[in-house]
């Protein structure tokens, strides 16, 4: 069998609402314990609360094409509960799930790659 999550460290679940935010609806125990939250702290809110200010300027940007059905690869900047910041690469596409909408996105951590020289910016 493949792992699709392989080449990643976690997902997330957002759902759109009426206004337009994306809200999370699911998050594997990875991406809890990568930004400290516990699930009942994280899931319902607004995929904003993870993103950095400079982060949510682009995520409209994102938003759009992710909303156009394309699948969409960038990297932003992640908060953690604490307010420290991780840098992670995402894929992130909308499906129908269970008869809604939804964004799943799958992440890696990308902050030691970038330090090191790994990894150069915008991959």
């Not at 957002?14 to 991406?31: K, P, Q, R, V, Y």
């Not at 995520?59 to 690869?73: E, F």
């Not at 910041?85 to 970038?114: H, S, Y």
Request: with cysteine.
């Amino acid at each position: 069998m493949v792992n699709l999550l392989e080449d990643y460290d976690y997902f997330l679940l957002l759902e759109l609402s009426i206004d337009g935010h994306h809200f999370i609806t699911d998050a594997c125990n990875s991406a809890l314990e990568r930004h400290g939250y516990t699930r009942e702290e994280l899931v319902g809110q607004p995929i904003a609360k993870l993103l950095t200010e400079e982060a949510k300027k682009r995520a409209v940007q994102n938003g759009a094409l992710i909303k156009s059905g394309k699948a969409v690869r960038f990297e932003t900047t992640h908060l953690r509960k604490d307010g420290t910041t991780f840098n992670v690469a995402v894929n992130a596409k909308m499906m129908a799930m269970g008869g809604r909408l939804v964004i799943l996105t799958l992440e890696r951590d990308i902050t030691g790659a970038r330090a090191n020289g790994g990894l150069p910016a915008g991959n």
